[in-house]
């Protein structure tokens, strides 16, 4: 079962509606005003909003991260975000993952929830990996 460990890495220590900022930010080792900037360039490229999924998935892809379908157990229950670690593999789990859940995205790492809350208690949808 994977752990908490509160990082915010919003500059000002903000815990806003900026999940998809942080979590890009934490993942990829950049400043928060970076994961930002990279948003709003791709979001008039696009023209999604700067913190929609359509953008998180470019950024992400542009990365080299790829998208994941959502794990599901043999039985077809679905994982809370806190048992991620029986489905990534230990490459995964060195390289970080990001997590999407209900209108949330967090980070995933080395046995870890990186996040500014405990979010392992919800289900996790599809992940964002390094592809191989």
Not at 22 to 38: V, Y
Not at 94 to 120: L, M, P, Q, S
């Amino acid at each position: 079962m994977l752990i908490f460990k509160n990082v915010n890495v919003n500059p000002k220590g903000r815990k806003t509606g900026d999940c998809s900022t942080r979590a890009i930010a934490n993942l990829l080792g950049i400043s928060w005003d970076e994961a930002l900037k990279l948003q709003f360039d791709m979001a008039i490229q696009t023209k999604y909003d700067p913190t929609s999924r359509e953008v998180t998935e470019r950024i992400l892809d542009k990365f080299g991260y790829v998208k994941m379908k959502q794990p599901r157990k043999l039985d077809g229950k679905k994982y809370l975000i806190r048992d991620f670690d029986k489905v990534l593999s230990a490459e995964d789990m060195r390289n970080g993952v990001i997590v999407g859940c209900a209108h949330h995205y967090t980070v995933v790492r080395n046995g870890c929830i990186e996040d500014i809350w405990d979010c392992g208690i919800k289900t996790g949808g599809n992940y964002y990996a390094k592809k191989r």
